[in-house]
């Protein structure tokens, strides 16, 4: 076998589309669109995405324990105790979660 048909065997390399080059003909990384056709809305995506970390974290940790013990309680009929642990527990994860800012 010689090197030309050992290439072809791996697959077909295609040289990228003139839709993925840049306007100075450079190839743009893979994945990534043109400036007119929507990377502001993925840059802006990207600037909020710690944000909306920070605020599903906030939220499962706050209303997450008092769930549950809201649960258990109802399962052992032993309200409000439970409850309370779990609002005690979710508040003290949630000054956690901002300390750790």
Sequence with gaps: MTAAHDS???????????????????ASPAGHQSEESGSSWGRALRDIAPYLDLGWRLAA????????????????QTTPWFLLGGCVVGLTGAVLQLKRL
């Design 8 to 26: 072809e065997e791996a697959g077909p390399h295609e040289p990228p589309s003139l839709s993925d080059s840049t306007e100075d003909g450079q």
């Design 61 to 76: 940790t706050t209303a997450g324990p008092p769930g549950l013990g809201l649960v258990v309680d109802l399962w052992l």
